[in-house]
């Protein structure tokens, strides 16, 4: 097995831009790696050296099989087998472009190491293709001293660990509002010093970035074990930023990553106190009750797909969100505990405000206090005017404006509860958008020459919202023609209407083109819709006689006739169909107005006779107007009908049963004898078995039947039994 050739690929963009005073301290080298093919179990490659000194590597990996490594200090001794991917990775959402950057390629965490020189491989199962990221992040001197500020945990910022805002691949994207919080631990080491912590975090944002191509560091914050709180991705650190840390659940919830592993191992009292100071405060900025429940719908990732409906607690660990043991068994365990003492630092809070309904209608907002309180709702315009006000006392706030009379422009509301409380701000919702859609005329040519067919035309159309709607029908120019409804109130959902084709004085309007318009207002709003119909009366009054008939030669309904009427001179086809099948064209071309009539003999273009069954005329009359066209069945039937007598008896009267092979009109005549009598009847009966009777008795019958389309039986005879 040969060894694949090792390519190279040097990123040192870091190294290159001028974003941080520590971009220069942070190099990022990639390199492909020699894989070879081995058993399921593993296979092992030969040391190498790195392509520079590194202190963190992470690695990716193509094929359905694991990687593990080591590492070899600067001092020549190798570590232990670590697993590239401790955790299933964090990700971002489906279907971003930070999500697509790197397809089928398999992430690793990125791993603090320390200062080394030379690597190892593991490789388990199917591996095709392997790629290390060699990141050298210089450790600070000293930790940053942050001053924490009334209202908020002390914080590091971006600008102070030395994020590098040059790499930053878009700007962030926000979520609604926040709705819960996921814990991480980063899988990484646990030995580290506080001032290797803000190294780490540059590290970890120039490998999220330059190796997995994502848009920037995927978690919101990161904590390390000596209590320090890092800002993650940018965007503001109390803005509702979209990271990059749970796939599927990022957007409306905050990814706070404790550096390290804690599979086993507690997270130290100082990164447990900062998680809480954190939490409690970011929490508290969405309002959100620490110790809820929620139930989320995915947004996609291996163990929940799409649309599934999963329950989180506010507090959640990243395991609750996917397929992966983060945050490690230990701090999982811990978070009910974090939650607790999440609740009960900085009492009283404003929990969960929501408001329903909307600018012209009534506006609900709700809200729960953690503790009774006197609480006011203030209604705000654009300017910081007060609108409206409302006021009460206890743990729930449940105020409604009326804001019927007030149907635009924008107005907040704020709910607070005293000093002690951080009030809540948003936007009242506007009314719901007016739109006028799936607007149809059926049928979209109108006919009103009293033939019975496209008489009307039933106008339907929806509303989102209900509206006042006028309905129009325009003529060619423009004008109105008809009115057919005037401001009048329909409500949200489909609604039809009938126009006859008369004017407004309840004239026939003239064979023409025209718009029907469908005008809806609401308060503040508008919308409207239009679609065209054609009154066209060309061609009407289709009649096809007999039907059905039978071209047989007998002199009984050997042909059919089919009449029409046309309003003015049209191009015309009159053709014979069985289905789509063309059997003969009975005139094409030009014809005055007035009654047209052709006759169809019941053969196709070639003469011959056709078979038994079903066929259609069809008219098609073309003007300027289009097309019009007219159809109607006619049968073709030259199958004799079969009658049987199944009994003729007499006592007082007479009973005589018969059979049909279809339906017939029947004629029956009783005399002394079954082939002469003076004494008939006739009856249309149907297909089976009638009796037909007879007031007194006789000595025989003799039948004959003839179907619709003029087809007779052969006459059968019978003695009748006297009983």
């Not at 392997?130 to 001197?141: H, Q």
């Amino acid at each position: 097995m040969t060894l694949l050739r090792a390519l190279a690929i040097t990123l040192l963009l870091a190294a290159l831009s001028g974003g941080s005073a520590w971009a220069s301290d942070v190099r990022l080298v990639a390199r492909d790696e020699p894989v070879r093919s081995g058993p399921a179990s593993s296979v092992r490659s030969a040391a190498r050296t790195a392509p520079l000194r590194f202190d963190m590597v992470g690695l990716h990996w193509r094929g359905s099989g694991t990687v593990s490594f080591r590492t070899r200090s600067a001092a020549g001794i190798w570590t232990g087998w670590r697993i590239a991917a401790p955790e299933a990775e964090d990700l971002p959402n489906r279907g971003t472009a930070e999500a697509n950057a790197r397809p089928g390629w398999k992430f690793g965490n990125a791993y603090w190491t320390g200062p080394s020189r030379g690597i190892q491989y593991r490789l388990s199962g199917s591996v095709t293709r392997l790629r290390a990221f060699f990141i050298w992040s210089e450790p600070d001197a000293a930790p940053v001293r942050v001053v924490p500020r009334a209202d908020q945990p002390a914080i590091i910022r971006r600008s102070q660990w030395g994020a590098d805002e040059s790499i930053v691949r878009a700007a962030p994207y926000y979520a609604d509002r926040l709705r819960f919080a996921v814990v991480h631990h980063t899988a990484g080491t646990n030995y580290y010093s506080k001032a290797q912590s803000a190294a780490i975090v540059r590290g970890i944002e120039r490998y999220h970035v330059l190796a997995n191509g994502w848009n920037d560091i995927g978690y919101n914050f990161l904590v390390d074990k000596y209590g320090q709180v890092f800002e993650g991705r940018g965007g503001g650190i109390d803005k509702n930023v979209v990271g990059a840390h749970a796939q599927g659940f990022n957007t409306g919830s905050t990814g706070v990553a404790v550096l390290g592993t804690y599979t086993s191992v507690r997270v130290s009292t100082a990164a447990r106190a900062a998680l809480v100071r954190l939490l409690a405060w970011r929490l508290d900025v969405a309002h959100v009750d620490p110790l809820s429940k929620l139930t989320w719908i995915s947004g996609g990732n291996p163990e929940f797909p799409a649309g599934t409906a999963v329950n989180l607690r506010a507090v959640s660990g990243h395991r609750d969100t996917g397929p992966t043991s983060c945050p490690g068994g230990a701090l999982y365990a811990q978070l009910p505990g974090i939650a607790l003492a999440i609740a009960g630092r900085g009492l009283p809070k404003l929990y969960n405000p929501v408001v329903s309904g909307g600018l012209g209608g009534p506006v609900k907002i709700t809200a729960r206090l953690s503790t009774a309180l006197p609480w006011t709702v203030t209604i705000t315009d654009s300017g910081g005017g007060t609108v409206a006000s409302g006021s009460g006392s206890g743990t729930a706030v449940d105020w409604t404006w009326n804001a019927s009379s007030t149907p635009a422009g924008t107005f907040f509301y704020t709910v607070a509860a005293g000093p002690d409380v951080r009030p809540w701000t948003d936007d009242v919702p506007g009314p719901p958008p007016l739109v006028v859609s799936r607007l149809r005329a059926t049928p979209a040519v109108v006919t009103p020459n009293a033939d019975g067919i496209g008489e009307t035309t039933t106008i339907a159309f929806s509303l989102s919202i209900g509206a006042n709607v006028t309905v129009d029908v325009l003529n060619g120019t423009g004008g109105l023609l008809r009115r057919l409804a005037s401001s009048r109130a329909f409500p949200a959902g489909r609604s039809t209407l009938v126009w006859n084709g008369r004017d407004g004085s309840g004239n026939l309007v003239s064979d023409a083109r025209y718009t029907v318009r469908v005008s809806a207002t609401s308060p503040g709003q508008s919308d409207a819709a239009s679609r065209a119909l054609v009154v066209d009366r060309t061609l009407g009054h289709l009649v096809v006689s007999p039907r059905p008939f039978s071209p047989n030669g007998d002199g009984r309904l050997d042909s059919t006739t089919v009449t029409f009427q046309l309003a003015r001179a049209a191009t015309v086809q009159v053709r014979i169909l069985r289905g789509h099948t063309l059997i003969r064209t009975l005139s094409s071309g030009s014809l005055a107005a007035g009654t047209q009539a052709f006759t169809w003999n019941g053969k196709n273009a070639a003469g011959a006779r056709v078979s038994n069954g079903l066929y259609a005329a069809r008219i098609d009359a073309t003007t300027t107007l289009g097309t019009r066209t007219l159809a109607q069945s006619v049968g073709v039937d030259t199958t004799r009908p079969v009658v049987k007598i199944v009994s003729a008896i007499a006592r007082r009267m007479t009973k005589v049963t018969v059979r049909l092979s279809e339906p017939a009109h029947v004629t029956l005549w009783f005399g002394p004898t079954t082939w002469r009598g003076g004494d008939s009847i006739s009856a249309d009966l149907p297909a089976g078995t009638s009796a037909v009777f007879r007031s007194r008795a006789y000595g025989g019958v003799r039948i004959v039947a003839e179907d619709a389309a003029g087809n007779r039986s052969a006459a059968v005879t019978a003695k009748i039994t006297r009983v």
